[in-house]
């Protein structure tokens, strides 16, 4: 049914829990698994003289991060016998760099974390399930703790 699952992680506990779905669904139907992370390449943009500087360090923080996060994945989805490849992606926003990398691959679903927030915290820190969800023109699962 689903030939090909995008898995976007970020290095949560959601994150974790979709992993794990997504393992069990490419086990049912033999699908091929892609794990990614999106960054932000210039979130720091119009700051100032010191952007080079911070953004520098943004960067190797965001790259060790997202290093980790696959890493994590691509054990838990090898450890149970998927083959998975995984990438870091850079993205002005994290659901347009999931979207794109899912049409990219040709992907037929998206299994993804969401961390549930509400009222204020959603308000100010969004919710990228929530604009997958609204933009995606695939299924996608979200999975929550």
């Given at each position: 049914m689903f030939k090909h699952i995008l898995i976007p992680v970020d290095g949560s506990t959601t994150a974790a829990l979709a992993v794990d779905k997504a393992i069990a669904l490419a086990k049912a139907f033999s699908s091929d698994v892609t794990a990614i992370y999106v960054i932000d390449p210039y979130p720091f943009t119009g700051v100032g003289a010191d952007f080079a500087y911070?953004?520098?360090?943004?960067?190797?923080?965001?790259?060790?991060?997202?290093?980790?996060?696959?890493?994590?994945?691509?054990?838990?989805?090898?450890?149970?016998?998927?083959?998975?490849?995984?990438?870091?992606?850079?993205?002005?926003?994290?659901?347009?760099?999931?979207?794109?990398?899912a049409e990219t691959l040709g992907s037929d679903l998206i299994v993804m974390g969401s961390h549930g927030r509400r009222g204020i915290e959603k308000l100010v820190l969004g919710s990228v399930a929530q604009k997958v969800l609204s933009d995606a023109h695939l299924p996608v699962m979200v999975v929550r703790d």
């Open positions: 911070g953004q520098s360090q943004y960067l190797s923080a965001a790259t060790a991060e997202a290093n980790a996060s696959l890493a994590a994945a691509r054990k838990a989805i090898e450890d149970a016998g998927v083959v998975v490849k995984t990438t870091v992606v850079e993205g002005h926003s994290i659901h347009r760099g999931i979207l794109d990398t």
